[in-house]
């Protein structure tokens, strides 16, 4: 039996108040009323679709040991570096092994179905493969887009063993059909006319895929328990039920309220939204649409009910903060040119040897544990740091990125620059041993007390703009 063995999902902490947006626009787009509602979530400044597929990954890898991981793949349209493997960064964080297949795939919606589709073809060749799909899509200010996009992530595991979803068919088909793009340089989408991509997309190349995807299940529409198809139209997906015959009962809710479409992760977003309330014999069909389209159909087994507890999606989306603050969202965008002033001014040039030498410490966040006196230390050191050992060249690799740790002292610092003032940072300490300064983020004055419990987080540190934009990554710490 081939199929999912585990999910997680990621949806940022703050949720964009619609109201808010339109309330700052109505002078120029009064048309935009009709969706001021409800909130859409809103990446932090140091979170990009890298950050956001760690964190559902994270998730998927709850109870599971990331050495069983053989392949992975990770989907966007937001790829933070056109010529470095994606992948790549998001496997050093999670510690996968070195000798996996690791690929990038984008330049279209559907990306997250072709990846899923791809890790269950890998599973069944017996290689357990790892789908991570996430999107920070920007929009034009003042646009339907800005309105209607969400950034968030989702992630699966595809295996053999275990199996909470079993396949039971797919179907792809591939056609150049242009209902929006993005020009290599450019920076937003641009789309076409809502009622020809409905009439002449959605409606004409999705239900023969589905009715075909069906078929060869043996199936026929009324028995999906689940129907997940993502489109800024909501019509569109009661349209095509209707065409291939599933009940209007099964068709699920696309999180626009809430999350907004999160673009080439969206079918995996609701995917986990739905394996986290799914029962045994649910059948799930789920399609991308994008240049074509992706659909495939699976069976939920009772495998589900003994996957170990996770945030999943419904998780995040209980942890949530009202942004009623519209230019912090421009500003978290890069869309609102602020005075940084001088202390902003200083070189953020990334030594790339120091960085492949110390990968291990900075993206896996593995510290040391002395195997002469037990001591964990963070980071590893020639000589272990207990004054009552001192061992030379004692340091076994110890892994503490998912680790809690407390508060020992902390700061809010108002003159430092940082995206999001005031910055705070402080000493934290791990029961385990070993302790570090960090910086904090995703968090309130109210939640930073000393004792607090803290998690880590996967996040930008900066961004060196005079060398081409790269970014550097480091873990934070975050109110557990």
């Known amino acids: 039996m081939v199929g999912i063995v585990a999910y997680g999902g990621y949806v940022p902490r703050r949720r964009l108040s619609r109201p808010a947006v339109h309330e700052a626009n109505k002078w120029f787009a009064p048309g935009l009323r009709g969706l001021a509602v409800g909130e859409r979530a809103m990446a932090n400044w140091d979170e990009d679709s890298i950050t956001m597929a760690v964190e559902a990954a994270r998730d998927c890898l709850t109870g599971l040991s990331p050495a069983a991981v053989r392949q992975t793949y990770f989907a966007s349209t937001t790829l933070p570096f056109k010529d470095r493997q994606n992948a790549g960064v998001i496997g050093a964080a999670l510690l996968l092994d070195e000798g996996v297949l690791a690929a990038d795939l984008g330049g279209s919606q559907k990306a997250g179905t072709s990846a899923l589709i791809a890790g269950l073809t890998a599973a069944q060749a017996g290689l357990t493969t790892l789908v991570a799909a996430a999107d920070k899509r920007p929009a034009r200010v003042a646009s339907s887009q800005e309105l209607q996009y969400g950034d968030g992530a989702a992630a699966v595991l595809c295996g053999s063993e275990r199996v909470i979803a079993r396949l039971l068919g797919h179907r792809s088909t591939s056609v150049d059909f242009v209902d929006h793009f993005r020009g290599a340089d450019a920076e937003f989408d641009y789309a076409w006319e809502e009622r020809w991509i409905r009439d002449e997309g959605y409606l004409k190349i999705v239900p023969p895929a589905i009715r075909a995807a069906l078929a060869a299940c043996g199936l026929d529409g ?68 994008g240049q074509g389209v992706d659909v495939v159909v699976l069976e939920v087994t009772a495998e589900v009910k003994s996957l170990p507890a996770r945030r999943g999606v419904r998780g995040w989306l209980a942890r949530r903060k009202e942004e009623t603050n519209y230019l912090r969202f421009l500003a978290f965008q890069d869309l609102l040119p602020l005075d940084k002033g001088m202390r902003a001014e200083f070189d953020k040039r990334t030594a790339l040897s120091i960085l492949w030498r110390k990968r291990d410490m900075l993206y896996g966040m593995v510290g040391g544990r002395c195997r002469i006196c037990g001591t964990v230390q963070f980071p590893q050191s020639v000589v272990c740091v207990n004054p009552e050992c001192r061992a030379p060249g004692s340091q076994d690799a110890y892994p503490m990125s998912g680790l809690t740790a407390t508060v020992q002292s902390w700061s809010a610092d108002a003159l430092t620059y940082s995206p999001d003032p005031p910055s705070y940072y402080g000493m934290i300490t791990f029961p385990e041993g070993g302790r570090l300064t960090a910086d904090f983020t995703d968090c309130d004055p109210e939640q930073i007390q000393v004792g607090a419990a803290m ?16 970014k550097r990554y480091f873990w934070k710490a975050t109110p557990a």
Do not use: N, Y
Not at 228 to 244: C, F
Not at 256 to 275: K, R, W
């Open 222 to 289: 009324k028995a999906v328990t689940h129907f997940l198809m993502p489109s800024l139209m909501p019509v569109a997906s009661r349209q095509i039920a209707r065409q291939v015959g599933i009940g209007e009962s099964a068709i699920r809710e696309p999180l626009a309220a809430t999350v907004g479409d999160t673009g080439a992760a969206h079918p995996l977003v609701l995917l986990v939204h739905t394996l986290q309330t799914a029962e045994p014999g649910d059948r799930i069909l789920v399609a991308g649409f």
């Open 455 to 470: 998690r880590m987080t996967f996040r930008i540190r900066d961004v060196d703009m005079a060398r081409g934009g790269f």
